[in-house]
């Protein structure tokens, strides 16, 4: 799960019990215990709430409520690839027409085999690429055969493209908060 937490305000700091992240202690100790993954039980909730003395329900309320305030940004399950013989993973990216990219963007984060689409700018001459997608394979051809897929999908509307593969795994953790030092 990776949590990230919007900069703080002055006037956040202000509210009654919160700190700079705009969390109450309870909500502290949630992202706390969840900032490095849900536990992989039936009842993660549960799990959590017996953590830090509430039920689940009271666990997935707040976690609600602090990502629809934008305090969480998201809660996603983030895959090795790699432990799970996704072996060949490349960065496609595509010179689009600006005049598609919005459309054939989301065609494209649709397609099954994309983990991340999204846009991004040029930086001409030497970069023309506008859209992203990364793909997983158990091989190179089989990223090769996903990226033609994208190729037709894209149409006239793509003039160019590249796969740039991984060649080293990095490390997929989110921000986290710091612990504080007990009174």
Sequence with gaps: ???????????????????????????????????????????????????????????????????????????????NHYRLGYVANGMTVWDVDDAEIERLGREV???EGVSHCYRRPRHLPHWPYNLFAMLHGHSREEVERQAAVLRERLGEACRDHRILYSTRILKKTGLRLARRAQA
């Design 1 to 79: 799960m990776s949590v990230s937490t919007c900069p703080s305000r002055p006037d956040a700091e202000a509210s009654a019990g919160r700190d700079a992240q705009g969390l109450d202690a309870i909500d502290r100790a949630i992202v706390l215990a969840t900032q490095a993954g849900l536990p992989l039980v039936p009842d993660p909730w549960g799990a959590v709430g017996r953590e830090v003395g509430l039920d689940g329900a009271e666990v997935l309320a707040r976690m609600r409520a602090m990502q629809q305030s934008g305090v969480i940004r998201r809660v996603a399950a983030v895959p």
């Design 109 to 111: 984060a649709a397609i």
